[in-house]
Structure formats: structure tokens, C-alpha cells
């Protein structure tokens, strides 16, 4: 029996994952699927499927592409979730400052460098017309690091998705001083050349039953109150996020929508280049809209 190791952030949006796992599809294959959490951010994805240590990565749009043309030959197989992420803009709770406009030093807490929270940084700081050059970095692993540092009186900027960090804002562990969307659809699914080349059309049968899983779930009656018990979060605010939230359901990529995130990245200089699509898509099992 071979094992397809599939890893991804311990959190809402990677729900389908769970019932995947649970479903064992490709079992009769002689392929057994398991779920990875890995708490550290897409960074740190990006590493598993360099050091196969995974074979399919769950990771945000903006963190997969600036490590495809730092020489990752991952290849994205479709999306996970089709609409942006809401990062929410937090700094520790005693801390003085309530807005923005209130923040003398741009010091952000991440992951780690190329993770969302850090590349998101760079799409803050266009926005509000900060100079890149002002921005400084400090490493804190994951959420749990972050909430250590503010914890001790650091007072740096944390972005993370805000309904995973609600409980922390409403326990007053953190405080939220604004939201930053992605630009972009927010997940895409990316598997190793290497598990494209031993599994072949088993990665888009698998990529296609979590497609069916989401779809399924997406109308489940439960659906909330499943997610809120599973991951310990408040009913009200998982409800917010769905009404939010769309996961994505066939294997239909759009060219415009793609490039146009490709240009914004590389304004914002998370890219050097902007890529051509049939360097990093999976074009075999994908189809590509204009």
C-alpha cells in the first residue's frame, strides 16, 4: 500500500481534506491518503514538497508562485478555494495603538519568509502607502508563536486569517486594528513532480473527489455547527465565513483572472517576473478558460 501525503494548515478551509481522509477513495488502488497539519504556513509547505515530505500541498495562491520561481517544480493541479482570504491585521491587546494611522514602526510577526503572512505584509503596505523599505521582519513559527511574542510586550503586526484568530481577539489575548483581502483566489492545490510522475492521473481523481466533497458539504445542512465543533470555533462567526467563503469545485482554472494576479504580485515585488501559466499549471489534468 503507498501512502499520497497531503498537507495543509489545521484550520476551516481544509475541512474537505478531513472527509477525504475519512472516504480512503483510492484505497482499492492500493493508495492510502493522509492528512498532514502543519501549522507553520505555506513557507513551510513549500519546503515538505521540496524535501518529499508531502506529495500534495494546500497553499496560499501568492506563497506557491514566488517559490515556483525561486525553483520549485511543484505544479498547481487546480484551485482549493476560489474566493480571497481576510487577513486580519493584529497587534497585542495591551497595546496602545487601535488603528493604522496609530503604528510608528511596521514591524511584522510571521510564519516564516515567502508564508502568507508574509507576502501579505507587502499587499498592506500598498495599500496604505507605506515604503517597503520601512517594513522589518521577525520569524514566530505559527499563530501560538505569535501569540507568545505579543505576550512578553512585542509589539509587532501579525496577519493571519481572522476567524481562526477570533477567539484569541475575544479572550483579549490579541487585538484586531483593521482586515487586508487578498487580491487573488486565496488556496490552490500543488502536488511534486515527483508525486505527478509516481501517481499520475491519481492526483486529478483524488483533486476531483475533494471537488465532489466540497461541492456536497457546501449544502450540507450541518455544515456550520460541523465545522464549529471540529475546530473550537464560535457558530455565529463560522456562519460569517461560509456566507464568505466559496470552495472551489472543478478543475476549470481562468487565464485572466490567473495573469492578472501574476501582475499584481509582481507590482507589489512578491514576483521578479511575471510567469507564464503553462510553467506551473498541471496542464494534463486542468482545463484553462480565457
Not at 488502488?29 to 508531502?54: C, F, H, P, T
Not at 500541498?57 to 517559490?67: M, R
Not at 481562526?164 to 490552490?188: D, Q
Request: glycine residues 8%; hydrophobic residues 40%.
Amino acid at each position: 500500500m503507498k501512502t499520497l501525503r497531503i498537507i495543509g494548515v489545521p484550520e476551516h478551509f481544509n475541512f474537505p481534506f478531513r472527509l477525504l481522509e475519512k472516504d480512503q477513495p483510492l484505497k482499492e488502488k492500493g493508495v492510502e491518503i493522509q492528512w498532514i497539519d502543519e501549522s507553520r504556513g505555506s513557507g513551510q509547505m513549500n519546503l515538505a514538497l521540496r524535501n518529499d515530505e508531502a506529495e500534495i500541498a494546500i497553499l496560499l495562491t501568492e506563497s506557491f508562485l514566488k517559490d515556483f520561481e525561486a525553483g520549485n517544480p511543484a505544479k498547481m493541479i487546480g484551485y482549493h478555494v476560489e474566493t480571497p482570504l481576510n487577513w486580519g491585521i493584529h497587534i497585542r491587546a495591551k497595546s496602545p495603538v487601535n488603528s493604522l494611522y496609530e503604528l510608528n514602526k511596521k514591524h511584522f510577526l510571521v510564519s516564516r519568509m515567502g508564508s502568507g503572512s508574509h507576502l501579505m505584509a507587502l499587499v498592506l503596505a500598498r495599500r496604505e502607502g507605506w515604503k517597503l523599505e520601512e517594513l522589518t521582519f521577525e520569524m514566530i513559527g505559527n499563530m501560538e508563536g505569535a501569540k507568545e511574542v505579543m505576550d512578553r510586550g512585542n509589539d509587532g503586526i501579525f496577519l493571519w486569517e481572522k476567524y481562526t484568530t477570533a477567539a484569541l481577539v475575544k479572550s483579549g489575548t490579541m487585538k484586531r486594528i483593521g482586515e487586508v483581502p487578498s487580491p487573488w483566489p486565496c488556496f490552490v492545490m500543488v502536488a511534486s513532480e515527483k508525486a505527478l510522475s509516481e501517481f499520475g492521473d491519481m492526483i486529478f481523481e483524488l483533486r476531483d473527489k475533494v471537488y465532489q466533497i466540497s461541492k456536497a458539504f457546501s449544502k450540507h445542512e450541518n455544515r456550520a455547527a460541523t465545522l464549529s465543533a471540529f475546530y473550537h470555533l464560535d457558530l455565529i462567526d463560522v456562519e460569517r465565513w461560509l456566507e464568505q467563503t466559496r470552495w472551489c469545485t472543478e478543475g476549470i482554472v481562468s487565464r485572466e483572472e490567473l495573469e492578472t494576479a501574476i501582475k499584481t504580485m509582481k507590482e507589489l515585488g512578491i514576483l521578479q517576473n511575471e510567469l507564464s501559466l503553462e510553467y506551473f499549471l498541471a496542464l494534463g489534468g486542468l482545463s484553462l478558460k480565457s
